[in-house]
């Protein structure tokens, strides 16, 4: 069964921003990047998935479950983007009292705050106050209460932003972790290279509309890529199968570009291609693509046609 899914699932702020016809579909055991730039409509697609937000129209489930129902709810851990825990509570405290709240058995409370304590790196440090902590504690203790729970989905809104390097492979780690016990991990960000060494699913959303799905490595695949050194300064009259080309600079006589094409024969074809117009090739590199090449990509892809669409 889908963890997640949602059919057309729309969510608009009178008409405006948030997010519109948002389909996909997410099986168990894994880690799903969402991603987007500010803006994109991130924050607003996980708070309508957890029934923070009335779908304006669509409709979406979490293992079967219609958003918005406690069932839904019950399955699904949350660490929000802005949040804001009480100043005097103690770690340990507010772990008490989320435990309270998702009716957690009095006998196992204490064991369960020490698991997730130890899970998020706070043994020890869990029973200073929440006012004390830095930012880089306050998010651990979050992401202490999304598991709290043992939750089967895990909804992690930018889970980093203020975490450093130790902090975010921690945090990695952690999420590989769950994944590892077959849980879903939903993961909002914008820090691509985070995302890039444990997602293996995105979907790329941009102003609201979702632009691109799937395996992110293959999401790249329509185009091959090279950089190429050549001794020809002026710009270089590229044959029509060269789908992109970008001069990236010239040092002293070598100038080099960035082509992108549609298959690896073309690379040969290209070398064929200057070496008749007497152009020397010095170095030809192909460039697999990192997930950052994805995603400006399909944005740019979507500002070219929308900029046809609307002229
Ligand atoms: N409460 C609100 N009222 C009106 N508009 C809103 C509200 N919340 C979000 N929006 C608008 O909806 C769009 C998506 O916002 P959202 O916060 O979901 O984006 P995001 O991708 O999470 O951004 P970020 O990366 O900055 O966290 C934006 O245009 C935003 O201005
Ligand atoms: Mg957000």
Redesign the pocket.
Known sequence: MDVIRTNSLTK???G????SDISLSIGEGTIYGFL????????????TLLGLLKPTSGEGFILGEPIGSIKSREQAGYLP?LFRYPDWLTGKQLLERHAELCKIPVRQRKTRIEEVVELVGMSGREKGKIGGFSKGMAQRIGLACAILNDPKVIFL??PTSALDPIGRKDVRDLMVYLRDQGKTVFL?S?LLHEVESVCDNVSI?H??DMIAQGPWRELMQIEAQIEIITDYPEDIPWPAFVSHSRKLGQHGTRTTWNIQFGDELDIPRIIYYLSERRISVYEVRQITPHLEDVFLHWVNRKKENSYVGNH
């Open positions: 608009t702020y009178d405006k921003g948030g997010i987007g730039p500010n803006g994109s409509g991130k924050s607003t697609f996980v708070r983007e809104d930018e909002n914008h959303i102003e609201g």
